[in-house]
Nanobody, 125 residues
Framework: QVQLVESGGGLVQAGDSLRLSCTASGHTFSRHAMGWFRQASGKERQFVAAINRSGRGTYYADSVKGRFTISRDNAKNTVYLQGNNLKPEDTAVYYC??????????????????WGQGTQVTVSS
């Protein structure tokens, strides 16, 4: 059974940095692209970033490009999301997600089959 567990969320001030982690178990991590999504209160879950299986291909939403970096460590079964210069509008629950093996790193919720429980990030102004 695939399990994704996020960590690293918290309360920060505008301009601060934060690194989220997502550790996977129950599948061969290196066979899966990974993605991060976020959902603000009362809003739809939206794409943030994705990374391909090797880590050499990364993709970002325009709203975070230049401020967020996605990376992965296949030896640790972990994907990271580094957020810099955080803004109040980055406040949301952040979810990591994984598609089925060998599927590409997509930007749509429907591209992903496995989801973590989420971690709250709150950015105060």
């Amino acid at each position: 059974q695939v399990q994704l567990v996020e960590s690293g969320g918290g309360l920060v001030q505008a301009g601060d940095s934060l690194r989220l982690s997502c550790t996977a178990s129950g599948h061969t991590f290196s066979r899966h692209a990974m993605g991060w999504f976020r959902q603000a209160s009362g809003k739809e879950r939206q794409f943030v970033a994705a990374i391909n299986r090797s880590g050499r291909g990364t993709y970002y939403a325009d709203s975070v490009k230049g401020r967020f970096t996605i990376s992965r460590d296949n030896a640790k079964n972990t994907v990271y999301l580094q957020g810099n210069n955080l803004k109040p509008e980055d406040t949301a629950v952040y979810y990591c997600a994984s598609p089925k093996p060998y599927m590409p790193a997509g930007r749509r919720r429907d591209d992903y089959d496995y989801w973590g429980q989420g971690t709250q990030v709150t950015v105060s102004s």
